[in-house]
Protein backbone atom coordinates (compact mmCIF):
# COMPACT_ATOMS: atom_id res chain seq x y z
CA UNK A 1 0.00 0.00 0.00
CA UNK A 2 0.76 3.24 -0.98
CA UNK A 3 -0.20 6.70 0.65
CA UNK A 4 0.20 9.50 -1.10
CA UNK A 5 -0.11 13.51 0.07
CA UNK A 6 0.40 16.60 -2.60
CA UNK A 7 0.90 20.11 -1.78
CA UNK A 8 1.98 23.28 -2.75
CA UNK A 9 -1.21 24.03 -4.64
CA UNK A 10 -2.33 27.65 -5.26
CA UNK A 11 -3.46 30.61 -6.57
CA UNK A 12 -1.08 32.06 -9.34
CA UNK A 13 -1.11 34.90 -12.17
CA UNK A 14 -0.42 33.51 -15.59
CA UNK A 15 3.20 33.79 -16.60
CA UNK A 16 3.93 32.46 -12.90
CA UNK A 17 5.11 29.20 -11.45
CA UNK A 18 4.65 26.50 -8.91
CA UNK A 19 6.00 23.61 -7.46
CA UNK A 20 3.73 20.73 -6.52
CA UNK A 21 5.22 18.08 -3.76
CA UNK A 22 3.47 14.83 -3.42
CA UNK A 23 5.27 12.89 -0.28
CA UNK A 24 4.82 8.77 -0.79
CA UNK A 25 4.75 6.23 2.46
CA UNK A 26 6.09 2.62 1.69
CA UNK A 27 9.51 1.60 1.35
CA UNK A 28 9.37 0.31 -2.47
CA UNK A 29 9.10 4.03 -3.79
CA UNK A 30 11.73 3.71 -5.99
CA UNK A 31 9.84 0.99 -8.10
CA UNK A 32 7.44 2.52 -8.88
CA UNK A 33 6.13 4.56 -12.18
CA UNK A 34 5.16 8.13 -10.07
CA UNK A 35 3.20 10.81 -11.93
CA UNK A 36 0.57 13.71 -11.98
CA UNK A 37 -2.97 13.91 -13.33
CA UNK A 38 -4.78 16.62 -13.71
CA UNK A 39 -9.25 17.80 -13.97
CA UNK A 40 -10.48 20.73 -14.56
CA UNK A 41 -14.08 21.48 -13.87
CA UNK A 42 -16.41 20.05 -16.30
CA UNK A 43 -13.74 17.90 -17.82
CA UNK A 44 -11.83 14.34 -17.82
CA UNK A 45 -9.23 13.26 -15.75
CA UNK A 46 -5.98 13.44 -18.10
CA UNK A 47 -2.12 12.54 -17.68
CA UNK A 48 -0.06 14.91 -17.35
CA UNK A 49 3.72 13.21 -16.56
CA UNK A 50 5.13 10.82 -15.10
CA UNK A 51 8.99 9.13 -14.15
CA UNK A 52 10.62 6.20 -13.88
CA UNK A 53 14.37 5.82 -13.14
CA UNK A 54 14.46 4.94 -17.62
CA UNK A 55 12.64 8.31 -17.95
CA UNK A 56 9.80 10.73 -17.97
CA UNK A 57 6.54 11.58 -20.35
CA UNK A 58 4.79 14.51 -20.76
CA UNK A 59 1.39 15.32 -22.59
CA UNK A 60 2.31 17.93 -25.17
CA UNK A 61 0.07 21.04 -23.57
CA UNK A 62 3.17 21.23 -21.12
CA UNK A 63 6.51 20.27 -22.45
CA UNK A 64 8.95 22.51 -22.30
CA UNK A 65 6.87 24.32 -19.24
CA UNK A 66 6.71 21.68 -16.58
CA UNK A 67 9.19 19.64 -15.01
CA UNK A 68 8.88 16.44 -12.88
CA UNK A 69 11.68 15.16 -10.46
CA UNK A 70 11.95 12.63 -7.60
CA UNK A 71 14.39 11.87 -4.95
CA UNK A 72 13.98 8.72 -4.20
CA UNK A 73 15.75 9.49 -0.40
CA UNK A 74 13.23 11.68 0.56
CA UNK A 75 10.00 9.43 -1.23
CA UNK A 76 8.81 12.59 -3.16
CA UNK A 77 8.07 13.47 -6.19
CA UNK A 78 7.52 17.22 -7.43
CA UNK A 79 6.38 19.22 -10.35
CA UNK A 80 7.72 22.10 -11.11
CA UNK A 81 5.44 24.20 -13.34
CA UNK A 82 6.40 27.19 -15.38
CA UNK A 83 4.59 29.41 -17.63
CA UNK A 84 1.74 28.49 -15.77
CA UNK A 85 -1.77 29.47 -18.62
CA UNK A 86 -5.11 29.55 -17.44
CA UNK A 87 -5.99 26.25 -18.97
CA UNK A 88 -3.48 24.56 -16.63
CA UNK A 89 -6.66 25.35 -13.77
CA UNK A 90 -7.13 22.07 -12.46
CA UNK A 91 -6.94 19.58 -9.10
CA UNK A 92 -3.52 17.92 -9.52
CA UNK A 93 -3.40 14.44 -8.67
CA UNK A 94 0.08 12.91 -7.72
CA UNK A 95 -0.25 8.91 -8.59
CA UNK A 96 1.99 5.77 -8.15
CA UNK A 97 1.78 2.84 -10.65
CA UNK A 98 2.92 -0.34 -10.36
CA UNK A 99 3.91 -0.75 -14.57
CA UNK A 100 6.93 -0.95 -15.52
CA UNK A 101 7.01 1.32 -18.42
CA UNK A 102 5.18 5.21 -18.35
CA UNK A 103 1.37 4.80 -19.94
CA UNK A 104 -1.27 7.47 -19.98
CA UNK A 105 -4.68 5.97 -19.30
CA UNK A 106 -5.62 6.68 -15.79
CA UNK A 107 -6.57 3.12 -15.39
CA UNK A 108 -3.42 2.10 -15.27
CA UNK A 109 -2.24 3.87 -11.73
CA UNK A 110 -2.86 1.89 -8.61
CA UNK A 111 -2.45 4.90 -6.24
CA UNK A 112 -3.48 8.39 -5.66
CA UNK A 113 -3.63 11.33 -4.14
CA UNK A 114 -6.43 13.81 -2.68
CA UNK A 115 -5.45 16.05 -5.14
CA UNK A 116 -4.13 19.55 -4.73
CA UNK A 117 -5.88 22.60 -6.47
CA UNK A 118 -3.87 24.85 -9.45
CA UNK A 119 -5.51 27.84 -9.79
CA UNK A 120 -3.98 30.51 -12.84
CA UNK A 121 -5.49 33.61 -13.35
CA UNK A 122 -5.42 35.48 -16.79
Known amino acids: QVQLVESGGGLVQAGGSLRLSCAAS????????MGWFRQAPGKEREFVTA??????KYTDSVKGRFTISRDNAKNTVYLQMNSLKPEDTAVYYC?????????????????WGQGTQVTVSS
Open 95 to 111: VAGRGVVITTPKEDYDF
Open 51 to 56: TRWSGS
Open 26 to 33: GRTFSGYT
